[in-house]
């Protein structure tokens, strides 16, 4: 049975990919390797959208998060945590984790941050060294406008630091123009590869925090990442063969070109929100902040979300997402971002009737037909 | 151009691994990839002869180093780091990263540890932590006695700590028969795998030091390991591909059996070994714990060793080492572990000995004929 997979994380793999990561290995202290480094900065800058150096980690998204705090923050330090989901919560616990205060700023999940909330505390308080957001909010299919908080952190004191592993290469973020210090991302979302790829772009003025950092670190340590990327090398042994698979990534990229790319995403994004109301579902996200790379979809009353998800994947090879932490068996998820096409979509929706049909959701509800929800999709897709 | 990697780490991927990797990416919470959990823990546990947990970290070699360091240690705890090359020296890097007080044996590079002076060591300070070694020091060709080492520590209250980074799955280390209390791995060695992977194997010992670290760390937390993998589970998201790839690493040793492997890599050191003294060259390792998984040769004088290395690559697609750190230049260094067979041992010194002779070194050296170090490893191997 074909496998489609449209989770917020791993997303699938382009054939071209495949074929990178199905080559020899080759050794990483070369200059055949240092070939490799140099484009993959070269074309991760131009996804960053920066002229800032992009560290690329051999980690998950989450040891990146980490490098971020372990390398801007000394115990002690304040800084300000936007949480409005898991991940959002991931950036307190890092924080808490190295013994740093981190001033919590509890957003209602699904909602939008208030700007001027986080201009308010920094305006309070000099001496908070970092404001922690998150682009997309994997868990609840959130997008932060970035560019407003950028604002808001530019002229103070304090870094700018966003969680964009979902997001980035399908939601726009303006690293430079719009004053982020430290962009953190992952391989397995927009970037189209398997997971295991830690990715952090950094501001001098964040640089400035990473030489005075007390805390402790050695494998996601900033100052011998610069060493070594000074030299077109790693301090430790790189992911190699995902390394020359990102460029293969980046390559398909610029040839779609990263305007195409986010209008793509939001596109399908759109197909989604608009079959899911077709179906007479609601979106989870309020609709002034409904993300571009990840939808969750309310569980409507009587449906059980769980069987559902889990019979789209074993009896038809659709895997799409269930909500996580607070969110589990009320929401669930479809990304519309990395490798994932408008057949992809069409399909997954198909699927997704198909099995609320044996489930009965069209008996209960005889005002919504069969159909509406691809219908309504399509009509979005052209 | 066909090209042989004989480098210490990444070492050849064989079909079934780049097969592996090839594959459409899946999901990791689901069934499916809980099923490629429970087979990577059950192979690793018999590669690693122990019966104690193996996490899968996502990172490489250095950051299941750190792991090892960050939650073992607290600040201010001291611990013995026998360093005897690059990579025992990593060990004392990283206690004093996390502010832990390092109690040095510098071993002479190429020489063997004397357990003696660890049992002395641990005699004279009770509350030394643990006893930081390494199994096969990359840099310099040595194994050290993890047996004996094994027998001065188990009795104290310190825990044995191994990097076997370089030396799992090639040179002997049996876990729980030799009272090893943490046995630290990387995936690019003799595990056939690229770079990407970070494993530890625990003992109920050290989970006590783990429950107790004050050190900060949230990615290689082993709490949070412990209980994602109690469910089966990670805590962060893993490298997928590579763990389905490591499946089929697991089940190509588990074909070939680990004493074979053993014996092969053994023998394939000593065809090298064999093949540099008919060429006139001398081992830097002492006798008593030459490596069986790689072998660093010292430069002859007159020969230039970086251009001979960097002819085999350029010229023929042969990749083999120079020396690391103090020995840049002195040795080059070539790889007998994972899937790196008799005939890429032949082919490798039949390169060396036309770039040998193209180097003049045959004729500075009339009494060594081309060919005399192929013939003496032809006669190791059979």
Redesign the interface.
Known sequence: ME?R?L?P?????PPQV??A??????????SQFQQVIKESEQGLKEIFQTKNDVFIL??????AM?AA??NLLS?GDKAITIQGGKFGERWT??CK???AVPIVVDVTWGKAIDPKLIAEKLAADKDIKAVFATLTETSTGVDTDIKALGEVVRNTSACLVVDAISGLGAVDIQTDNWGVDVVVS?S?KGLML???LGLISVSPKAMKLVAESK???????LKAAKKALDKTDTP???????MIALNESINLMKKEGLQNIFKRCKLEGEAIRQAAKALGFTVFADPNCMSNAVTAINVPAGLDGELMVKTM?DKYGV?I?GGQAELKGKVFRAAHMGYINKEDIIFALSTMETVLDEMGYFTQHPDIKKGAGVSAAKKVLG
Chains 1, 2 share one sequence.
């Open positions: 496998q997979l989770t994380g791993p997303t699938p793999l495949r074929e990561l199905a080559r020899p290995i080759i050794h990483h202290r070369t051999a980690s998950s998204g989450t040891g980490e705090v372990a115990p616990e890092l984790a190295y013994k992952g397995q398997p997971p295991g805390s402790p670190r050695y494998y996601f340590d430790w042994t790189p992911a190699i063969g995902l994947k895997t997402a």
